[in-house]
């Protein structure tokens, strides 16, 4: 099946910094991904859709300038937490959705745990 | 409003029992529904989707429009079938999901 590998598996970073998380499609072309946040013992809430080559479309409430989202190619979307605090301190989960040849399944990463000293 | 309800926080049956995992939906067009499990320490992975109509480990779905429902079941319910179960909804033109809250399933031996 197919593959999204999601890197870094954590991180631990000081406030103020910033911090890039990885999304990569590895056996397949990955036209949209999405971003996704997930809280301790809730949902997943989608933060963003990012398309290849366009900017990404954010859901109401997320800060686009908070949360940068690059779609340059079509197996790799990064999401870059900038200016880190305490309260962004999440669980971050990446997915990609082969269009050519399962239409609107989406392939998940394994996630990212971000925590903001 | 686009919504998907899973009334359930907690499902705890015995091995062997049926199990039903209950999902509800709001939408005003056509969506399409699907089924994500969450095994312990593993990623979110598709289980089902209703325009399969197929049985994977033995779960099925049916999609009633009429109580806009797509709830899971399984006949007899195994250990390993233990895991954090997501409802989700597709309706936009990108494919994007909308998740219920989730329920998490506990089979006991």
């Known amino acids: 099946g197919a593959v999204v590998s999601q890197h870094p598996s954590r991180v631990i970073c000081k406030s103020g910094t910033s911090v890039k998380i990885e999304c990569r499609s590895l056996?397949?072309?990955?036209?949209?991904m999405f971003w996704y946040r997930q809280f301790p013992k809730q949902s997943l809430m989608l933060m963003a859709t990012s398309n290849e080559g366009s900017k990404a479309t954010y859901e109401q409430g997320v800060e686009k300038d908070k949360f940068l989202i690059n779609h340059a190619s079509l197996t790799l979307s990064t999401l870059t937490v900038t200016s880190a605090h305490p309260e962004d301190s999440s669980f971050y989960i990446c997915?990609?959705?082969?269009?050519?040849?399962?239409?609107?399944?989406?392939?998940f990463g394994a996630g990212t745990r971000l925590s903001v000293l | 409003a686009q919504r998907v309800t899973q009334p359930e926080k907690l499902l705890s049956v015995f091995k062997g029992a049926p199990v039903e995992l209950k999902c509800n939906y709001s939408?005003?067009?056509?969506?399409?529904l699907f089924w994500y499990v969450q095994y312990s320490r593993q990623r979110l992975q598709l289980l089902l989707r209703h325009i399969s109509r197929e049985s994977i480990k033995g779960f099925t779905a049916d999609l009633n429009k009429g109580e806009t429902s797509f709830h899971l079941k399984k006949p007899f319910a195994q250990e390993e079938d233990s895991a954090m179960y997501y409802c989700?909804?597709?309706?936009?033109?990108?494919?994007?999901?909308?998740f219920g809250k989730g329920t998490k399933l506990s089979v006991k031996p």
């Open positions: 056996d397949f072309q990955a036209t949209t």
């Open positions: 939408y005003s067009g056509s969506p399409e």
């Open positions: 989700a909804l597709s309706g936009g033109s990108q494919g994007n999901l909308i």
């Open positions: 997915s990609a959705i082969d269009r050519g040849v399962t239409k609107n399944i989406q392939y």
